[in-house]
């Protein structure tokens, strides 16, 4: 600093006093200059006290996928409303489930023959043999009792956990089944009962205790299952159970187009053709036969329990052939 002034005296002794600068203005440019000198070495020191931020990371930039823009996509709408559900959601199928399934797929034609030729005949019980399964259930339950009024459910327990609904179509006193489904399935599902009779006190009672709502009447001149629905304020049924002799022809098809059911357990009356064409209202409606059992009292009686393909994910389902004819 002081040899930098020195070097400015010295260069003003050089100019003369006659000079173009008065002494004044340089004396003013001396001491800006001094000034500017202390100035900028404060500053300096400063910065150099203030300690060093690293860069924060730029945050990376989200877009939304082009592949979902446009709705007009009836593909791209499906995957907004289905997601594609992770590895971990995919269910697994062993090497004998595929193929069952690869064997039912290539033998489905010839079932289908095999089952239209012998409902045109009288032999109930070929009939009943040539009916193959149309799904597999992994967890099959025998609900009731081991011999007749008994029925085979498919996974009972898989029941929604609110507002389920089970219905029992033909009482007659005789709620073996009613109090066993009631009981698989966790006691919280509605249990609809409708005879047409007027049951007795003990059947009323337990009922009652269990919840559930009876009905009276023939179905389905006297009383029609969506009626029965509506007055019950139920939308769906999980399980549904139809033993009502013979009123099952008519009195089914509204129920299952109306409303979603989920597994049914009926008993059919009838020749084989009848029995056909019941079979074949339900499988228009998405039902898989998944067991057949012949009734040993009525050799024109037969249980079948279907499940609607809808639920099959619910339920633990695998379909396999569509095996009723059209």
Do not use: W
């Amino acid at each position: 600093m002081r040899s930098s002034i020195r070097r400015l005296l010295c260069s003003l002794k050089m100019v003369p006093f006659s000079g173009y600068l008065p002494i004044s203005l340089l004396l003013f440019i001396l001491l800006l200059g001094i000034s500017n000198y202390f100035t900028l070495n404060h500053v300096a020191s400063q910065i150099k006290q203030v300690p060093q931020v690293a860069p924060r990371p730029a945050r990376p930039v989200v877009r939304e996928s082009t592949h979902f823009k446009s709705d007009s996509d009836d593909e791209t709408r499906q995957a907004r409303q289905n997601p594609v559900p992770s590895q971990n959601d995919v269910p697994v199928y062993s090497d004998a489930e595929k193929k069952l399934r690869t064997e039912a797929l290539q033998n489905v034609e010839s079932d289908r023959q095999k089952v239209l030729s012998l409902a045109s005949g009288t032999d109930s019980k070929l009939f009943y043999r040539a009916i193959k399964k149309g799904a597999l259930c992994r967890n099959q339950n025998r609900i009731g009792a081991i011999a007749d009024g008994g029925k085979e459910a498919c996974n009972v327990q898989a029941v929604r956990k609110n507002d389920c609904t089970l219905v029992s179509l033909g009482l007659h006193n005789q709620i073996d089944f009613d109090q066993a489904i009631h009981v698989a399935t966790g006691g919280h599902c509605k249990i609809l009962g409708v005879d047409k009779s007027e049951q007795n006190e003990e059947t009323q009672q337990i009922y009652s205790q269990m919840g559930g709502q009876l009905f009276v009447g023939m179905i389905p001149s006297e009383i029609t299952l969506p009626d029965m629905m509506r007055q019950a304020g139920r939308n769906e049924v999980e399980i549904l159970k139809i033993d009502i002799e013979g009123g099952e022809f008519a009195g089914l098809e509204p129920l299952i187009k109306d409303f979603l059911v989920c597994q049914i357990m009926i008993e059919i009356h009838g020749k084989p053709m009848e029995h056909l064409n019941l079979l074949r209202v339900m499988s228009r409606y998405g039902f898989r036969i998944f067991n057949v059992e012949t009734n040993p009292f009525c050799p024109k009686c037969c249980e079948y329990s279907l499940i609607n393909e809808l639920c099959m994910a619910q339920f633990g389902a695998i379909p396999l052939g569509a095996t009723i004819p059209n």
